[in-house]
């Protein structure tokens, strides 16, 4: 089945820890994304990548830090210096050019305590 | 900047009603326009999508929605709610290359009641 894996579901850290949230697609897409989703304020940008070994900030990606090593994966890192990360993070992935369409996986809810 | 406009935070609709939620968007050219249904705790699914032509695109759990370039917007109808249609709908622009992110309205919560 072709589609987009956010692996954990849910993840809890303590305060001034890293952590990263996992993103697989087997859809062949180059592009990915990473959104931020809060209650009552849509899904907010964060990274996203065109193609592997390049990526580029969204408009809230302070505290944030990604990589893109290979095609299928875009892990997303949610350092200490993120001031508020107790939120849901969504993962995508589109074809570029032409007539794009954005698939989401299931998310991850992320809980600092 | 593109920017999305959901005016409605939050509709509620007797099941068997019709539905409009409403978008508008902010953007020099004719962007590509998405809109995007969410259970709680959920994903989003793609509920239809608009490139150019028609300006009336049909989607999926029987959906549709009008592109009106004069008033930049691409409302959503329904013309029979379901139970099943309560959850969190996004409306969504890309720049119309294809190369750029999605830019998302805040969302609409529809509830459904009997």
């Known amino acids: 089945d072709g589609g987009i894996t956010q692996s954990p579901k849910y993840l809890f850290r303590k305060e001034g820890q890293n952590v990263t949230l996992s993103c697989e697609q087997n859809?062949?897409?180059?592009?990915m994304y990473w959104y931020r989703q809060d209650p009552g304020q849509g899904l907010r940008l964060i990274y996203y990548?065109?193609?592997?070994?390049?990526?580029q900030k969204g408009d809230i990606a302070e505290g944030y830090s990604v990589s893109r090593e290979k095609k299928e994966s875009f892990p997303l890192t949610v350092t200490s210096a993120q001031k508020n990360p107790t939120a849901f993070y969504l993962c995508?992935?589109?074809?570029?050019?032409?007539?794009?369409?954005?698939?989401f996986g299931q998310g991850t809810r992320l809980t600092v305590v | 900047a593109q920017s999305v406009t959901q005016p409605d935070i939050h509709i509620t609709v007797s099941e068997g009603a019709s539905l409009e939620l409403r978008c508008n968007y902010s953007?020099?050219?004719?962007?590509?326009l998405f809109w995007y249904v969410q259970s709680p705790g959920q994903g989003l699914q793609l509920l239809l999508k608009?490139?150019?032509?028609?300006?009336l695109v049909q989607g999926i759990k029987g959906f549709e929605a009008e592109f009106k370039r004069s008033q930049s917007s691409f409302n959503l109808r329904k013309p029979s709610v379901h139970w099943s249609d309560a959850a969190e709908y996004f409306c969504?622009?890309?720049?119309?290359?294809?190369?750029?992110?999605?830019?998302f309205g805040k969302g609409t919560r529809l509830s459904v009641i009997a």
């Open positions: 990548s065109q193609i592997v070994n390049d990526f």
């Open positions: 969504a622009v890309e720049a119309g290359s294809g190369n750029t992110p999605l830019v």
């Open positions: 995508a992935s589109s074809t570029t050019g032409g007539r794009p369409e954005a698939f």
């Open positions: 608009y490139f150019s032509g028609d300006t």
């Open positions: 953007y020099g050219a004719t962007p590509y």
């Open positions: 859809l062949n897409h180059d592009a």
